[in-house]
């Protein structure tokens, strides 16, 4: 936290099962205390698009997998993308196997046409993956670095 915010305590209560569990979990993450990883998972929870404004301006990623044999998959992913250039900042193509792309689209743009862009691609048949992860956009310190970029970037 980069400014003093006020912090407040609450007591949560958890079956001995779990919270040894959520024990182990948050030593293999790093964390060095349960405060911490619990508001990771509050800010992560509060992020997720379906919570969020659909006219919120966002920035994420859509990763999907899919079979590049079924007929006319590629040729109509790409088509999508090609609609949604202003949209898509940039894109990685990994093939997996022989059979199988994993796509990582890099987004960046209002919330509700980001999901539309999503919900298009995961019902192409032959898509077995597509999730949409997004973050706030319009705000500098919600991208956690807490300053803008008046700077050129090497990248457009």
């Given at each position: 936290m980069a400014d003093k915010e006020e912090l407040i305590r609450f007591g949560v209560a958890f079956p001995a099962r779990l919270?040894?569990?959520?024990?182990?979990?948050?030593?293999?993450?790093?964390?060095?205390?349960?405060s911490e990883a619990i508001r990771d998972m509050a800010r992560k929870a509060l992020l997720e698009p379906s919570r969020l404004n659909p006219d919120a301006q966002v920035a994420g990623t859509i990763v999907t997998v899919y079979d590049h044999h079924v007929r006319e998959l590629p040729d109509a992913l790409m088509n999508l993308q090609h609609h949604y250039h202003r949209d898509i900042i940039s894109t990685m193509h990994v093939h997996l196997n022989?059979?199988?792309?994993?796509?990582?689209?890099?987004?960046?743009?209002?919330?509700?046409?980001?999901?539309?862009?999503?919900?298009?691609?995961?019902?192409?048949?032959?898509?077995?993956?597509?999730?949409?992860?997004?973050?706030?956009?319009?705000?500098?310190?919600?991208?956690?670095?807490g300053h803008s970029h008046p700077h050129p970037h090497p990248h457009g």
């Amino acid at each position: 936290m980069a400014d003093k915010e006020e912090l407040i305590r609450f007591g949560v209560a958890f079956p001995a099962r779990l919270i040894g569990q959520f024990d182990g979990y948050i030593e293999e993450q790093g964390y060095t205390n349960r405060s911490e990883a619990i508001r990771d998972m509050a800010r992560k929870a509060l992020l997720e698009p379906s919570r969020l404004n659909p006219d919120a301006q966002v920035a994420g990623t859509i990763v999907t997998v899919y079979d590049h044999h079924v007929r006319e998959l590629p040729d109509a992913l790409m088509n999508l993308q090609h609609h949604y250039h202003r949209d898509i900042i940039s894109t990685m193509h990994v093939h997996l196997n022989e059979t199988q792309c994993l796509e990582v689209i890099v987004v960046r743009g209002l919330l509700s046409r980001l999901r539309t862009l999503h919900r298009q691609i995961q019902v192409h048949k032959g898509v077995f993956y597509a999730e949409l992860s997004v973050t706030y956009a319009a705000d500098p310190d919600a991208l956690g670095h807490g300053h803008s970029h008046p700077h050129p970037h090497p990248h457009g």
